[in-house]
């Protein structure tokens, strides 16, 4: 008699410790891939963080998705870029090569003002956490961003013209995220 009952009661405690995390999972629909910053006005990106403490797990989740973000950003402002000097007939010119890599690494290296985690999910349950966060910017934060990397670089190199008409051109070239 006792037997059935245990063996019930094991089976719900192992139900139980492998389906703690799928409610939670399920209501917030995750999106299908780490960046959509295609047709929509808004740049996204994903970060994973996994801890023994939960507030290590959401912090480094959402550096991670701050990371990424400015990842995407930085890819569209090279493609703005590119754009640009084959319009001025020097595809990957030296300025473009050198000033990319400068605004390239102000965007990825600071913290963008703007960014903002929109969403967490994750194993609250038990030891190592595991948690996701989104980190969302708008186009017109995105822009300014951008803005603030381009104008910080090109101190650093003689050719302005070329920063400059990318400053002027900056939303256009950018497009709607």
Sequence with gaps: MRLPILLFLAGIVVWCAFTSCAPRMAADRWPGQPLQAVASPRLEGLGTGKATDPSLARDLADSRACRNLATALEARVRVAMTHLDSLRGMPNGPTQRGLGEGVGNLLRNT????????????CHSKPPFSLQSVAVMDSAEAVEAARAAVESARAYFPDTAFADTLLSRMPSLLGKL
């Design 111 to 122: 913290n963008l003002v703007g960014c903002r985690i929109e969403r967490r999910l994750g």
